[in-house]
């Protein structure tokens, strides 16, 4: 909302750029509005502000609780049906629009599996959003959490000197590591290769920003490739 306003304040704003700004920043990126926003809204930044409104008083306790709640009463469910559930860490792994964040970081995961130690609670190892904060060493974080991991997302982020990131190629070394250490501590685990660049005219077809056909089925190809290999490694050790 503020970069909205700086950009109307600076002359650059069109109003077909407003509203792609609007859509990026609401409705793709903010998961809580979903369903809350229509084409016919006339004012989507006036009733963003309001939803913010809801979380007024809401902190990262308040939030640790509820989690906890709901986990403890639905684990008895999990245990009888044996159904995992994994939590994604929040991506990004640091507030954003002021609201708190509670799975960003070692001590935030050691909490949430400590605070319901049933072994269907667990975590959604998404190396792309842990890796988007320079205070985790996601390599370290698989190391510790494989094994409580239900369902991992291979992809990863390089994080800039001023705390920005982007996503980084999936043959990156870190990313290669992390397979590596599931490939030893979780092998079975489900996994999906997650956001991938656009190609081949991928941006033409309206795919949401590292959701297109080709550049899925190239980031496929590349984690197929490391899988592979790794497997070679084992059957030589």
């Not at 640790?64 to 008895?76: D, S, V, W």
């Not at 060493?137 to 390089?158: M, N, P, S, W």
């Not at 056909?213 to 084992?234: C, K, P």
């Amino acid at each position: 909302v503020d970069v909205i306003n700086r950009m109307e304040a600076m002359g650059r704003l069109t109003p077909e750029k407003e509203q792609q700004l609007i859509e990026n920043i609401i409705i793709k990126t903010q998961g809580f509005v979903s369903g809350n926003f229509s084409e016919a809204d006339f004012d989507p930044v006036g009733k963003f502000r309001d939803l913010l409104k809801l979380y007024e008083g809401i902190d990262k306790e308040h939030l640790r609780a509820n989690m906890k709640y709901f986990l403890e009463a639905i684990m008895p469910v999990c245990d009888e049906y044996g159904i995992n559930m994994c939590v994604h860490p929040d991506d990004p792994p640091k507030p954003v629009l002021g609201l708190p964040r509670i799975v960003t970081c070692d001590e935030d995961i050691r909490w949430l599996l400590d605070a319901v130690p049933d072994r269907h609670n667990g975590l959604t190892f998404c190396a792309g959003s842990l890796s988007a904060g320079i205070h985790n060493d996601v390599c370290l974080l698989a190391e510790k959490y494989a094994g409580r991991t239900h369902f991992a997302h291979f992809r990863i982020c390089q994080v800039m000197p001023d705390g920005d990131f982007k996503e980084s190629s999936h043959l990156d070394p870190r990313l290669i590591e992390v397979i590596r250490t599931f490939s030893r501590l979780n092998p079975d685990v489900p996994m999906r290769v997650d956001h991938a660049p656009l190609m081949l005219g991928d941006e033409k077809m309206g795919y949401n920003a590292g959701y297109s056909f080709h550049g899925r089925m190239l980031a496929l190809g590349m984690i197929s490739g490391i899988m592979a290999t790794i497997d070679t490694e084992n059957q030589k050790s």
